[in-house]
C-alpha cells in the first residue's frame, strides 16, 4: 500500500490511482494545491500494486548513451506563431491523427484549468494544446484510457513531463509499438491552486471572463516572450516575466512541487521517445542568423521514434545538430533540478493569506525598475530595437 509520508517522494503521476483494482486510491489536494494518492484503507486488499508502477518507488537510472539530437521548427507559420518555440507537437499530431489515432496532452478545460485529455482528428481546438503551461496538469484516469486505447492496436502520442511519461510507463509494464512518447525538460511545476488564485486576481482586474491564454506568446518574438491573456471584453494583458506574477513565481523557483527540487528523471537518456526543449541559440548551433519566431531541441531516444521522424520530417526546417553542445548551450534542466527559493515554504504557507498581488508584492518583488524596463521594452519593439537591447544586456 502506497502512503507518502515525504512529498518530495511523490510526483503526482496518478499510476497508482490509475492501477488500483480496487479504485480505492483517490489523487486529493494538499493545502499548496498539489495531488497526492490517499488510500481507503478499509477498501484496501494490500495487493501492492501501487507500489510497483510508482516511479519514483522503481527508478532504474538508464544506460548512458548520446541520442540523436536536432534543432527543429515546424513549416506552418501559423502553427510556429501559436507555438512556445518551434511548434514539433502540431505535424507530430497530424500524423497521429492520419492514421486514426489519438493525441493526450495538456490542455485547457472550459475554466482554464490544465487538464490532459484525448485529441483526434475530429477535434476542432487542438490549438489549446499548443504553447507551455506553467502548471501541474490533472491527468485522472488517462493512462487507463490510453491502454485501452493501446489494447485496441490504435495509434497513440502522449505528450507530458518527464515524470508525467515514466509514470505511465512504469503503469503499462511493457512496450507498445503503437506508442509514441513525448517528454518536455521542465523547469518545474507549481500548482493548479496558485494558477487559479492568478486567473481569479485577473478575471477581477479587467472585470471580464478570460477568453485565450499563452503562457509565452511571441509579444516581442521568440526572445522576449510574455504572458497573454484576451478578454470577453476586448481588452488584452501581456507580461514578460520580470511583471507577470506566474511567471514570476514559476522562474523564480519558488513555487514548484517538492519532488521537482530532487527530480529522479534528470538525465540524458529518458524512456521517452523524444526530449524537446527550447533552442535559444540556433545562430550558434546552426551557424544561421536568428530570426526570433524560434526552434526546438529535439532528442531522439528510440529507434521507432527515428523512423517516425523521417515519415514526417518535409514538415519541419530540421538540422542534426551535437547533442551536448545543444544540452550545454540549452538544456541546463535536462540533467538539473530546481532550485527552491529561500521563501519557498512560507509562499505556500501564506497562498490563501493575501490577494495575488499582495503575495506577489510579500515573496518575489516586481519593482518600479521591472515595470519601467517592461515598458522599454514595449517602445523597443515598436521601433526596431529589440536586437540592440539583447546585445546591450549580454
Not at 61 to 76: M, S
Not at 131 to 153: A, M, W
Not at 280 to 288: A, P, V, Y
Request: aromatic share 12%.
Amino acid at each position: 500500500m502506497i502512503e507518502i509520508t515525504d512529498k518530495v517522494k511523490c510526483c503526482g503521476c496518478t499510476a497508482c490511482f490509475n492501477i488500483c483494482p480496487q479504485k480505492c486510491i483517490s489523487m486529493q489536494s494538499d493545502t499548496e494545491g498539489f495531488l497526492y494518492p490517499i488510500v481507503d484503507k478499509k477498501q484496501c486488499v494490500n495487493c501492492g500494486l501501487c507500489e510497483k508502477v510508482c516511479p519514483i518507488l522503481n527508478y532504474k537510472p538508464i544506460e548512458e548513451k548520446t541520442p540523436a539530437a536536432y534543432v527543429i521548427r515546424t513549416k506552418n507559420q501559423n502553427d510556429l506563431m501559436q507555438s512556445t518555440s518551434g511548434g514539433f507537437s502540431t505535424p507530430l499530431a497530424q500524423w497521429f491523427f492520419s492514421k486514426g489515432g489519438s493525441v493526450w496532452t495538456a490542455s485547457y478545460d472550459d475554466n482554464w484549468n490544465v487538464v490532459h485529455r484525448e485529441f483526434t482528428k475530429d477535434d476542432v481546438d487542438f490549438s489549446k494544446t499548443r504553447g507551455s503551461k506553467y502548471v501541474q496538469s490533472y491527468l485522472g484516469d488517462t493512462y487507463t484510457k490510453i491502454q485501452d486505447e493501446l489494447k485496441k492496436g490504435r495509434w497513440v502520442c502522449f505528450i507530458g513531463t518527464t515524470c508525467q511519461v515514466y509514470g505511465l510507463k512504469e503503469f503499462l509494464k511493457k512496450d507498445y509499438e503503437n506508442l509514441i512518447t513525448v517528454d518536455l525538460v521542465c523547469h518545474g511545476t507549481p500548482s493548479p491552486k496558485l494558477w487559479e488564485k492568478y486567473i481569479d486576481f485577473q478575471t477581477k482586474k479587467y472585470n471580464s471572463r478570460i477568453t485565450d491564454i499563452n503562457f509565452r506568446n511571441k509579444t516581442y518574438g521568440y526572445h522576449s516572450g510574455t504572458m497573454m491573456l484576451k478578454f470577453e471584453n476586448g481588452k488584452k494583458y501581456t507580461g514578460s516575466a520580470r511583471v507577470d506574477y506566474m511567471l514570476k513565481s514559476f522562474f523564480s523557483e519558488i513555487a514548484s512541487r517538492p519532488s521537482c527540487y530532487n527530480c529522479k528523471f534528470k538525465q540524458l537518456n529518458r524512456v521517452s521517445d523524444y526530449t524537446v526543449f527550447d533552442c535559444w541559440h540556433m545562430g550558434e548551433l546552426l551557424g544561421k542568423k536568428d530570426d526570433d519566431r524560434g526552434y526546438t531541441n529535439l532528442l531522439v531516444h528510440t529507434d521507432k521514434g527515428g523512423e517516425l521522424l523521417k515519415e514526417i520530417a518535409a514538415a519541419y526546417e530540421i538540422f542534426q545538430v551535437d547533442a551536448e553542445k545543444a544540452i550545454a548551450l540549452d538544456g541546463i534542466m535536462v540533467r538539473n533540478s530546481a532550485t527552491p527559493h529561500k521563501d519557498r515554504a512560507s509562499f505556500y504557507t501564506d497562498l490563501d493569506a493575501h490577494e495575488m498581488d499582495e503575495h506577489i508584492q510579500k515573496y518575489i518583488k516586481v519593482t518600479s525598475k521591472d515595470r519601467l524596463l517592461e515598458s522599454i521594452k514595449g517602445i523597443a519593439y515598436k521601433g526596431g530595437l529589440m536586437a540592440t537591447l539583447r546585445k546591450i544586456k549580454g
